[in-house]
């Protein structure tokens, strides 16, 4: 089988520059390092390309999360040094939270890892995993981008602030009492997170997104190597969805729960 050319820094550097990010930009970024098919220096290489873009007065973001381990655990300890994230959000954010230059922040199962001059601004009260004073409340407020690089609409995390926002019934707040945070001087905090937790038995659908926001005209999008690229404002996805869901407060759920979910409404 033929080998695919390899993808470079200035592939991935022009592809970014075609979805139009730019310096200053605040970006949050969902990817998988293997859709882009092969790419000569790995991980590093693409976060260097991302540095790169948005310069010393853009700030990068990706998201640290510890939901898979964290969420039916009845305390759970994170460790913002050694607390590793590969598993459940990538290669990429796991080298990049390791950067010296990176600060993580203390939401116990929804963390992010920022590095640039509003780092401080998204680094959230380590409170709501989505809501108001969360990383993701900051970066509509900071009129964020959010990339995609070959990852699909399915890791699009806003969308769960939408859910938070309407306060969608088939969501419950939990709270980590009794749970801590290492932070990277060694001392211990009190968690004081909540998460915004899915009711057993209901699935989400974020994939039909990426179609239904492309028909509003907000996606920009390119190919880097393999890998579908995309970005679109924060304020987009979130202003958009929140349009849908005054309509269908299930709209975010794949079919069958969306079925239960107006069925178990009707029932009320
Ligand atoms: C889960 C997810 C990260 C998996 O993507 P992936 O490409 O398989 O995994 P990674 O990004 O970690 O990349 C590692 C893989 O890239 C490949 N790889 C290794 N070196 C590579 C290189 N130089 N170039 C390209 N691919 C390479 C390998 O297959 C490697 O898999 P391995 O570690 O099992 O060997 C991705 O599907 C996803 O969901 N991304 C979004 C995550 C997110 O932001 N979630 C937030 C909401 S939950």
Redesign the pocket.
């Given at each position: 089988m033929a080998q695919a050319t390899p993808v470079t820094l200035s592939d991935i550097a022009s592809g970014l520059d075609t979805v139009g990010i730019s310096a200053g930009d605040v970006v949050l970024v969902?990817?998988?390092?293997?859709?882009?098919?092969?790419?000569?220096?790995?991980a590093d290489t693409v976060i260097d390309a991302l540095l790169e873009t948005v310069g010393a007065t853009g700030t990068v973001v990706v998201?640290t999360?510890t939901?898979g381990p964290f969420h039916k655990a009845e305390t759970a300890v994170l460790d913002l040094v050694n607390t590793p994230v590969?598993d459940?959000?990538?290669?990429?954010?796991e080298t990049f939270r390791k950067r010296p230059q990176a600060r993580r922040s203390v939401h116990i199962c929804h963390s992010v890892a920022a590095i640039g001059p509003h780092t401080d601004g998204v680094m959230g009260e380590g409170i709501r995993s989505f809501g108001a004073g969360s990383t993701f409340h900051q970066l509509y407020q900071l009129d964020a981008w959010c990339l995609f690089l070959?990852?699909t609409f399915?890791?699009c995390?806003e969308l769960h602030a939408v859910e938070e926002y309407m306060q969608v019934p088939y969501r419950f707040h939990r709270d980590f009492r009794g749970s801590k945070v290492i932070l990277p001087d060694g001392n211990e905090i009190e968690s004081q997170s909540v998460e915004f937790l899915r009711t057993p038995g209901y699935g989400n659908d974020f994939v039909k997104m990426r179609d239904i926001l492309a028909g509003h005209g907000v996606l920009n999008i390119t190919t880097v190597g393999q890998a579908e690229t995309i970005a679109v404002r924060i304020r987009d996805i979130f202003d958009i969805s929140v349009q849908y869901m005054r309509e269908d407060i299930g709209f975010l759920l794949d079919e069958p729960s969306r079925r239960k979910l107006a069925e178990s409404m009707g029932q009320q």
């Open positions: 969902h990817s998988s390092l293997s859709a882009f098919g092969y790419v000569e220096g790995g998201p999360f939901w590969k459940e959000v990538g290669i990429i954010p070959g990852a399915g890791s995390t």
